[in-house]
């Protein structure tokens, strides 16, 4: 098996979970044009890798990202020029959807993704650990949702996903004011599930749990996350229904077998990707 490689990313996979990793330090890992489709091509990769059975994502340097790179706008200009103002608007919002579908990779992906995250985290970058299933924070790092001073209205994500994980009102507070704020108010809010001393605490834990989870069946993991995810954005009765037929499907696995063997005699149970 070979690792995918890109030009600002890096790619790594030990004991079943990947690591993908932001890598312009530089630029405090800001998401520019080839970050966003590189960050889709990885978790596209990560979703269809049976040997990857949980990821994380983080950032190299001493930043986790800085948001979208503003050079980036710069450069939509040249694209949307049209003398019609419909057409225009028309690769505006096209524009917007690829990038929607970037992060949204993130939640598509079949396997629990973890978020690690140290020093800024601000604007986009919001949005990219919104969509992911389990985030873990060191007490410096820093947040904002940043759009509004910017002149926009957040439009991949995280107005759509923040609510469900912190709240409508604490997202509201956030989206209307901007402000800052740092690793243990993140804890506090429920961003976060742990804000650990510093970076290199942070990393060990989630590591950690990445690990922990990787052991577990990846048949069940993937199932967890797939009726998580449609019970979140539809109703109690809907959501019982999907379970019973996933279940009616899934449920008599070679997994189940092997798990309650496994408990039975006290053994530690082992599942094939």
């Not at 269809?48 to 948001?67: D, L, M, Q, Y």
């Not at 706008?73 to 225009?88: A, S, T, V």
Request: with cysteine.
């Amino acid at each position: 098996m070979t690792l995918p490689t890109f030009d600002n990313l890096i790619v790594t996979l030990d004991a079943q979970v990947a690591t993908i990793a932001l890598n312009r330090p530089k630029r405090a890992n800001a998401l520019h044009l080839e970050l966003w489709f590189e960050l889709k091509a990885a978790f596209d990769w990560l979703d269809n890798e049976p040997t990857a059975r949980v990821g994380i994502i983080r950032g190299e340097g001493s930043h986790f990202c800085a948001g979208i790179d503003l050079g980036l706008f710069m450069g939509l200009q040249e694209q949307i020029q049209d003398p019609c103002h419909g057409r225009m608007a028309e690769k505006v919002r096209g524009f917007i959807v690829k990038l929607q579908d970037c992060l949204t990779a993130i939640e598509r992906c079949r396997k629990p993704v973890i978020a690690a995250i140290h020093g800024s985290c601000i604007g986009g970058a919001l949005d990219l650990i919104a969509a992911c299933d389990l985030r873990y924070c060191s007490a410096d790092a820093r947040f904002s949702l940043k759009e509004l001073d910017l002149g926009l209205v957040a439009d991949v994500g995280v107005l759509q996903r923040l609510p469900r994980i912190i709240g409508d009102g604490r997202t509201r507070e956030l989206a209307f004011t901007a402000r800052e704020f740092h690793g243990p108010e993140a804890l506090q809010m429920g961003l976060v599930s742990q804000c650990l001393a510093d970076k290199d605490a942070m990393w060990s834990v989630v590591q950690d749990v990445a690990k922990a989870i990787a052991l577990k069946s990846p048949l069940t993991v993937r199932g967890l996350k797939e009726n998580l995810n449609f019970s979140r954005d539809h109703s109690v009765e809907d959501g019982l229904k999907y379970i019973a037929s996933w279940n009616a499907s899934m449920l008599l696995s070679e997994d189940l077998m092997t798990a309650a063997m496994a408990m039975m005699t006290k053994d530690t149970a082992t599942f094939r990707d």
